[in-house]
């Protein structure tokens, strides 16, 4: 909610011209005066609008309806920065997400919420890399472009992208590029995401390999750059908020799909409907949500987003926390293996005399899939196989079960660890630092306390 | 505060949308709640340690973004130092030069220095 605007306009000016600039652009708060327009009267006025109202310390009086003119509630003293999770209150969203931004709203599921073997909406997370854009009111019109270095340029409406081509669904990990960022140390740059920034869900569309072929993809293709509507941050109507892309073989791949539908529902807005890409097993910012257009491109794509350390990982390891040399690293492609623990959760209390604990998880491993899941309560020393399943199709997550024993009473920590199919394990540490904080996958861990 | 001003003129604009938007809201009856309405939520310097710089920080970032993603960080001061040219280089921030720089970067590096990792923490400790 906007809140505590200080005083008039008018005012601000008179006193201090340069301050009043500060605050009618920045909305600076102050402790003791909150008249203009604060509390109820605010309230009602983003109401009627039907959301916030940026800048409305900058009305002038005239403008301001005169029953919105309240008398200044009490002073209150500034509220306190707060402490422990914030938690997201967003429509049609769990309010057990926890935000890790508001602006971009950014918010990731806490392991235990990922228990469900298809993540339901309400429970995916959620990142945006700008403002979020209005919603479409008429979705089948929805358009995208698939332009470049193909030999028929393709304009298709979500009406026709329903009638003309086979859709499948499938149920597919996505995965924040950061996701395990807060493991490093030290700190990465960037959302501190635990495990919480990946999710598996059934999603309905087309085949993006039968639009290229549709299309006819040039020999001259070696990368795409992929564009959403949602605007870029700085609202700069010219940047797009973020533009990636894939070399044309993972493009080309027949698991990509141009979605449409989330659990057999029409994909809500904020997780990009009613069209977005979803191109998995790699960071998700190649996913573009609201989805425009696919640029098929002769080179390397150089979208806000590419080069540089963004969604990259340094070739040489280097020292965690030194000046990176730009030089020295590549993108980051297929997501690491991650196994967690998503029951019981972390923090749980058991009865006194639990000795038999039953476990359930989750574990995928980007392009490849995973072959062993073992579960330790002893901090590593020993180990317990867990029972994996098998994807219901490429890119599905892989549910585990299993059961430890518990020799006493006490505290103990649950450790996960999964294993990919190249034989890659997690490691107990989030390791070759570079300074976004990609590639961060250790085992995951849940503390119970027995009695 | 020079460096707040240069926001002006794109601050002026946006307002005069928000103006339109306004006087189109003030016209129907507030409709039901959807994503698009989302607001994300007020923040002022006052939610942060309080510190020389901190007013100038708070608005040299949250021109485009929430300070809560600055407050998630913990960098030294050649970190913040290249976060402030990679903002300018590549994400629109205006160029933060001069007395202007070392006051915000003065800020950042007294307040988020880098620290323990927040990743996985002992949920019995404070009980």
């Known amino acids: 909610m906007l809140g505590r605007i200080e005083r008039s306009i008018d005012e601000l000016y008179r006193d201090d011209a340069e301050r009043a600039d500060a605050v009618a652009f920045g909305r600076e708060t102050g402790a003791s005066r909150r008249g203009f327009l604060g509390g109820a009267g605010l309230a009602a006025m983003s109401a009627a609008v039907g959301g916030a109202i940026p800048f409305v310390a900058n009305m002038p009086g005239g403008l301001i309806p005169a029953a919105l003119a309240q008398s200044a509630p009490p002073a209150q003293a500034p509220a306190a920065a707060p402490k422990g999770p914030q938690y997201l209150k967003f429509p049609g969203k769990s309010d057990k997400l926890v935000v890790l931004g508001d602006k971009p709203l950014v918010a990731e599921t806490p392991e235990h919420l990922l228990d469900d073997a298809t993540t339901p909406t309400d429970k995916l997370f959620v990142r945006n890399n700008g403002q979020i854009p209005d919603e479409a009111k008429d979705p089948d019109k929805w ?12 304009e298709l409406t979500l009406g026709e992208l329903k009638s003309k081509y086979k859709a499948i669904t499938r149920r597919l990990v996505l995965e924040c590029g950061g996701n395990g960022r807060s493991f490093f140390t030290p700190q990465a740059r960037g959302n501190q995401w635990t495990n919480g920034g990946a999710g598996c869900s059934e999603w309905t569309g087309v085949r993006l390999a039968d639009l290229l072929k549709a299309a006819g993809v040039k020999p001259s293709a070696v990368f795409s750059g992929h564009y959403g509507a949602d605007p870029h941050l700085s609202g700069d109507a010219s940047k797009p908020s973020i533009s990636r892309g894939v070399p044309i073989k993972k493009l080309m791949d027949e698991n990509n799909l141009v979605v449409w539908a989330l659990n057999g529902q029409p994909l809500p807005h904020i997780h990009g409907g009613p069209v977005r890409l979803l191109i998995p097993g790699w960071p998700g910012s190649v996913s573009n949500k609201w989805l425009t257009r696919i640029w098929l491109r002769d080179k390397v794509h150089d979208g806000p987003g590419m080069g540089q350390f963004s969604y990259r990982v340094a070739i040489k390891p280097m020292v965690p926390g030194d000046k990176p040399d730009e030089k020295n690293f590549r993108d980051l492609e297929s997501m690491p293996v991650r196994s967690i623990i998503t029951s019981p959760a972390n923090g749980a209390k058991l009865p006194a005399g639990t000795k038999d604990v039953k476990l359930r998880g989750a574990a995928w491993a980007g392009d490849n899939t995973v072959k062993q899941v073992d579960v330790s309560t002893d901090f590593g020393a020993t180990w317990t196989r867990a029972t994996v399943e098998g994807p219901k199709n490429k890119y599905d997550w892989q549910r585990w079960t299993a059961s430890v024993r518990l020799p006493s009473d006490g505290y103990f920590e649950i450790w996960t660890r999964g294993t990919d199919s190249k034989g890659t394990m997690q490691p107990h540490l989030a390791g070759f630092w570079n300074p976004q904080g990609y590639g961060g996958n250790p085992m995951h861990r849940v503390a119970v306390l027995v009695g | 505060m020079r460096y707040l001003q240069k ?35 007020d923040e002022s310097p006052e939610d942060y340690p309080a510190g020389a710089g901190r007013d100038d920080a708070f608005y040299a970032c949250t021109a485009c973004h929430g300070f809560k993603l600055v407050a998630q960080q913990g960098q030294n001061r050649r970190q913040w130092d290249d976060t402030i040219n990679w903002m300018a280089e590549k994400h629109n921030m205006p160029k933060l030069e001069g007395k202007d720089r070392e006051t915000v970067l003065n800020y950042l590096e007294a307040t988020y220095p880098p620290r323990a990792p927040g990743g996985w923490q002992n949920p019995f400790l404070n009980r």
Not at chain 1, 146 to 154: F, R, S
Not at chain 2, 20 to 39: D, E, R, V
């Open chain 1, 143 to 154: 358009k995208i472009t698939i332009d470049g270095e193909v030999n028929n340029k393709l």
């Open chain 2, 7 to 41: 926001f002006a003129a794109v601050r002026f604009a946006r307002r005069l949308v928000v103006f339109g938007i306004l006087t189109i809201g003030l016209a129907l009856s507030a409709g039901p709640a959807s994503a698009q309405q989302f607001t994300p939520r």
